[in-house]
């Protein structure tokens, strides 16, 4: 093992000769140490043979029912690997998933609980994915999603009882508003102050579009603008509830 003092606090890691006995043994010993039995967070972002993941988290979801965070990162996991790690998502209440797979790949995903989801490398997170969300927080990395796309699922929120107060998409087209808020009534705030649950402070909007639900009891802000992390923007929805 080796000790290294960072800003943040002493950063432990451990070498074992076999990897998956060496994880569960020291797993065990920090929740007896610590005198709690309940994994919290699972954190997966490395293995030097992808199966290893598949493995570490079949034990996991035997030895406890579910984590509060679920977390895979996993470049180039082949096919039958990110389908196993994407079904035990059901066992979370909120996850994260930065892995590249084949095109060919394709997944029934849906989640729908109180928590957070975060997709990057989101080349399989088609429509019809996103149609079977429902959170709190939604982010969507690198994913296959259109302009119309985003149109119908603003519909969709239109017509539905969701949970959600933050969605964000960085998409791989360049955002047109027109095609995005077409057949929607809207309108242009030049400025508007909304709390950002996410990061649990004030955000303020400027040349935001309204949306609100048929039902009126929510309302939707709307920020379509440049993003520095994507350079085809970014289309950010806050959901609060209509005063």
């Known amino acids: 093992m080796s000790i290294e003092l960072r800003d943040y606090g002493y950063l432990t890691s451990f070498y074992f000769e076999d990897e998956i006995e060496g994880l569960k043994m020291v797993t065990e010993y920090f929740c007896s ?11 997966l972002t490395f ?35 990110a389908r196993n790690l994407l079904d035990k998502c059901r066992f979370a209440s909120s ?6 797979v084949s095109p060919e790949f394709k997944y029934d995903f849906e989640f729908k609980k109180d928590g957070k989801v975060y997709i990057d490398f989101g080349s399989w997170f088609t429509l019809e994915n996103l149609l079977n969300v429902n959170c709190e927080h939604l982010t969507l990395f690198k994913t296959p999603l259109t302009n119309m796309d985003i149109n119908l699922f603003i519909k969709h929120w239109m017509t539905s009882d969701l949970k959600f107060h933050s969605v964000k998409i960085y998409p791989k087209e360049v955002l047109n508003l027109d ?58 929805m806050i959901v609060w509830d209509t005063l």
């Open 47 to 81: 293995f030097s043979i992808p199966n290893q993941a598949v493995i570490i988290t079949d034990w996991l979801f035997q030895r406890q029912k579910s984590v509060r965070w679920y977390q895979i990162e996993i470049l180039n996991a082949n096919d039958t690997v």
């Open 179 to 236: 095609v995005i808020v077409s057949e929607i009534p809207v309108v242009r705030r030049e400025r508007r102050d909304c709390f950002d649950v996410t990061n649990n402070k004030i955000v303020t909007i400027f040349n935001g579009l309204e949306v609100k639900q048929n039902d009126g009891l929510k309302t939707a802000t709307i920020s379509i603008n440049d993003d520095p992390l994507n350079e085809f923007g970014r289309f950010w």
């Open 95 to 100: 996850i994260m998933f930065c892995m590249v």
């Open 33 to 43: 140490f610590f005198e709690t039995p309940i994994i919290d967070d699972a954190t």
